[in-house]
C-alpha cells in the first residue's frame, strides 16, 4: 500500500473514538489516557459504512453508531436479533423471532417463519438495509422482504456500524430508515474456542452457542491469509405456562381472550341442531347462541373444564347470547419464544499481489431451523352442505356416545327447559381440539453468499471490484396438528372423538388412532428462493487540488446486479391438491404460486468531499439506478460539517430515497381469510363508529379479508432530513445530538381496517357488498398509500474518568420520537400524532427509549451495569371500551414503562482465556399489562416488541485461544 499522510487526531474525533471502543478499551491500562493528553495521536484514514470516502473524522461526519465485539459480549448477547433489542435506534416492531408469533393465517404475516428483521427508526424491516462487510446478502426466501439475521455469522462479527441516516444515494434502493452492516475480521492467524450458555431462572427459552475460529498465514511476511469460523446456536421453546404474566383472564382489566372453542366444547344453535331456533335465558339474558353447560347456574364452572379455561366475557365483547358460554386461553398457548437450531459458517482468504494489491475470497453459509407453534384447532360446527365441519361432522347419538349426548342434553333441559330442545338431533358445538395437539410449522432455510474480488491502490486512489452470488432457499413443513379434512371429517362424525371430556378424561384409543390416520405431518407446506447476483466497483482518492481547506476527495462506482425470486405454493399429493379446505385450516399459499422471476439493475454513483475551508466542509453525492422494470431514479445526497472550534461540530444532511415493491408484493396471489376480530362496523352504516348492537346500524361485521398482490405498484420515494451536534472538550466527555425526520410518500402497504374504515368516501370500493348491501368482503390487498411522516432526535453522551486505581465511563443513549403520522393519500392532510399510542402488528412507536450503562475496568476485570428503558404508551382500548357500554372495573388506558437492568463480568487473569458472566434482566421484571386485542399481536397481556418475557437469566461465555 503506498504510504499515506497520517493527520493528527484531534480531541474531538479521540474523544468519540474512545467511547465507542468502550468497554474494550476500559481494559486498557489506567494510564494511557495520561501518555494520550501529552503525545501526539495519529490515525489511519478508514472508510465506514455510508461513504466510500476514507477519512479520519468519520464519527464526528456522521450519524453512525459502532458497537465493537466486547460491547456486544459484555451485555450477553449472542445474536442480531438480540442485538438490535438492545440498540435504541432500531423500532418496535415485529421482526423477531418472538414479537411475529401472530396467527400465519394473516395475509401480511403469511411465510414469515423462521425470520428475523432489522427496523431502524421504525421505517420496517424492508426500508433498511441489511449489509455483510459492505455488500448485500439475499432477502429471505418466503417472502423476500427483508433479510433474515438469522442467517448472519454473528460469531464471526468484529463490530457492527449502524448508520443513523438514509443512505440510498451510496447503496440504492431499502436503505430509507438506515444501513446496518454487519462486520467480521479481514484476516486472522490461531486457533479461538468460544462456548456459551444463557439460562433463565424460571426455565424455558435457555439459548446456547459455541464457535470455533482458526486461521493461518501472515498476510505481510507469508502473502496470505486464510480463515474460517463455524457457529452453532439453540435456542429452546419458552411456553406462556412457564411465566405468569402471559395470562389473558384479567376481564377486570380489559382482557378476555375472545374464543368460545374451548377443551370442553361449547353448544352452539346451527340450524339443524339440537337446539331448534334459540334458548331464552330464564333470567332474562335473552336469547342464547353459545352455551357451555359448565358455566351454567349448578355447573362445575368453566374454570374446572381443562387448564386455561374461564368464563367468557360477554360484556367486554358485546356479545350477550355468549352469557353461558366458556373461554379458553388460546394466547397463553402459543410460545413465548419459538425454538431454533441453527449453524452459520464464514471463511475468507486473502493473497496479495505485489505491494500494492490484494486478491480476496469470502463465502457466507447458514442453516437455521425454526419451529413456529400455534394453539390447537379450533373447530366449530357449520350447517352449510359444503363447509368442512358439515352438519355430517357433529356430534352424534348412537351407543357410543349416549353417556355424553345425554349428560349435555339433561343439562340443558333441566335449565332452560325442553322447549326447543330435539333429543336425537346432533350437537354442534365449538371445540378447541387439545387431542389434535398444538399446530406446527417448521422451517429451514439455507442461506450462502460466495464474493471474490480484487482490492488495491493505484497512486494515491484505492479501488475495489467484486463479484457476488447470494442465495437464500426456505422450506416450510406441518410438523404437527394439522389433518386432512376428509379423515378429520370421518373421526368427528361417527363420534369416535368426543369434544365434551373432562380433565382426567381421555379420548378412546380408536378415536386417537383415527386422528392419527388422518395427520398431515410432514407434508410440504411452501418454499421459496431469493438470490441476488452482484458485480460491483469502486474507486476513491484524491483529486490533486483543494479549494481553501484539505484536498478534495472523490468516490465513484458503478454496479449491476440481477435479483431473482421463486415461490412455490401449489401442492399436489396423490392427485389431491393440497389447500386450506383439504388439509384442514392449514395456511397453504397455492395463490402465490410464482415461477422465477428477475430484473436487472444498473448503477452508478459518485461522491465528492469538499473541504471549503477549514473548519467547514460538504460532502455531496448522487445515485442513479435504472431498473428494466421500473425505469429510473437519481437519489442525491448533501452533507456537510462545520467545526468552529476544535472541540465542537455541527452536522447535517439532506437526502432522498427509494424503495422498489418486492417480488411477492408485485405477484403475490389472491388470499380470502374470515375476518375473527369483533371490532368491525359497517362504516356505511355506522359513520366513525365503534360497534354497539344496541345501536341500529352499529352491529358487528366479520366478512371476508381479501389480500395479495398488485403489478402495479411503484416504488416508494422519501426525503431524510438531519440536523445535530457533537461536542468533545476532551477525551473523557463527548456528547452528540442529532435531529431527523424521515417523510415516504407512495409507500407500498396492506391498508389496515381502521384506514379503510376511517377514509370510506375514498375507499367505497374496496367494501365489497352483495345484492342486498351487506359487507361480504374487504379489499386489503397493496396499494401505494399516501405515506408516513417521522421525526426524532438521538441523544449519546460519554463520560470516563478514573476510580479506585480503575477506569470508568458511564454512557447514555437515547432515542425521542417527537412525531408519527400516516396519510391515506398524497393530496390527504396527515393523521394525528401516533407516538406514545398503540399500533398494532408493525411498528409501536414509543416517545422515549434509553440505555445507561456504567463500566469499570481495573486489571483484568471489567464490570459493567446497565439500564435498558423503555416509555409507557396509550393502551389499545378494548371494544366494550371503544363503544362507550362497558368499562372494566380497572382498565386503565396507560401502558407501564419497561425498565431493566442488566450487570456483566470480564475476567481475562488467564493466559489465553476469557470469562465472562452476565446477569441479564438483574430485578427479573415482568413486563408490563397491556389490554390489547390478542387477536391481533402475539403476546397474551404483555407486548413483546417492547418486553424480553424470559426474565432474569445467567450468561455465562468462555473464551481460549490457542497459539
Partial sequence: ??????????????????????????????????????????????????????????????????????????????????????????????????????????????????????????????????????????????????????????AAIERVEVLRDGASAMYGTDAIGGVINFITRSDYQGIVVNAGLDVTQEGGGNIYTSSILAGTGDLEADGWNVWGTVNYRRSEILRSHQRDFANSFQPDRGVSPDTRGTPFATVTNAAGGIIQGGLTDPAGGGAQRFINILNLPGGAGCANGGDNMGPYDYRLWDSASSKYACAWDYPAAQPLQQPLEGVQALGRATFKIGANHKFYAELMASQVKSQREYEPLQLTSSASATAVLDPSTWYPLNSQTRATYDKIFNALTNYFGPANLVYGNKIPYRWRCVACGPRQIETTTKAFRLLAGVEGSIGNWDYDVGLSHASNKAESVLAGGYYFSSGLKQALGSGLLNPFLMPGEQQSAEGMAALQAASATGVHLYGGESAVTTLDASFSGGLGFSLWGEEVQLATGVEARREEYKFGGVQVLNGLPLNYNTLYQAPFDDTSELPKVTRDVKALYVEAYVPIVKGFDVTLAVRRDQYDTFGGTTNPKYAFKWQPVESLAFRGAYSTGFKVPEFTKLFAGVNRVEYFGRDLVDPASCPGGSVNSTIPGCDLIQPTIITGGKIDLQPEESTQKSLGAVFAPNSRFNISVDWWEIERTNTIRVPNLATLTANYALFGENWIRDSSGKVIAIDQRYINSGGTLTRGVELDANVNGELAGGRWQVNLNGSYIDTFKERSLANEPYSSNKVGEYVRFYNLPLKWKHTLGFTWAKGDWVHTLTQVHRAGY????????????????????????????????????????????????????????????????????????????RGRSFNLMVEYKFH
Fill in 1 to 154: 500500500m503506498a504510504s499515506r499522510h497520517k493527520p493528527v487526531l484531534r480531541h474531538l474525533t479521540l474523544a468519540l473514538l474512545s467511547a465507542l471502543a468502550l468497554p474494550a478499551i476500559a481494559q486498557q491500562q489506567a494510564g494511557d489516557d495520561n501518555k494520550t493528553e501529552k503525545q501526539t495521536r495519529t490515525l489511519d484514514t478508514v472508510t465506514v459504512t455510508g461513504s466510500r470516502i476514507k477519512r479520519t473524522d468519520v464519527e464526528a461526519a456522521l450519524p453512525i453508531t459502532i458497537v465493537q465485539k466486547a460491547a456486544i459480549e459484555a451485555q450477553g448477547i449472542t445474536s442480531a436479533e438480540q442485538l438490535l433489542q438492545f440498540l435504541n435506534v432500531a423500532g418496535n416492531g415485529a421482526d423477531g423471532m418472538v414479537s411475529a408469533s401472530v396467527d400465519m393465517d394473516l395475509g401480511e404475516l403469511r411465510g414469515t417463519a423462521g425470520v428475523s428483521g432489522a427496523n431502524l427508526r421504525g421505517q420496517g424491516s424492508d426500508a433498511t438495509l441489511v449489509l455483510l462487510n459492505g455488500r448485500r446478502v439475499a432477502t429471505h426466501g418466503l417472502r423476500g422482504q427483508a433479510v433474515d439475521l438469522n442467517s448472519i455469522p454473528f
Fill in 874 to 949: 396509550k393502551d389499545e382500548e378494548p371494544v366494550s371500551v371503544e363503544g362507550g357500554f362497558y368499562t372494566p372495573t380497572n382498565w386503565n388506558p396507560d401502558v407501564d414503562s419497561y425498565t431493566t437492568y442488566n450487570y456483566s463480568l470480564t475476567w481475562s487473569g488467564m493466559k489465553n482465556t476469557k470469562i465472562s458472566f452476565a446477569l441479564r434482566n438483574l430485578l427479573n421484571t415482568d413486563p408490563p399489562f397491556t389490554a390489547h386485542q390478542v387477536d391481533f399481536a402475539s403476546g397474551a397481556a404483555w407486548e413483546p416488541r417492547v418486553a424480553d418475557p
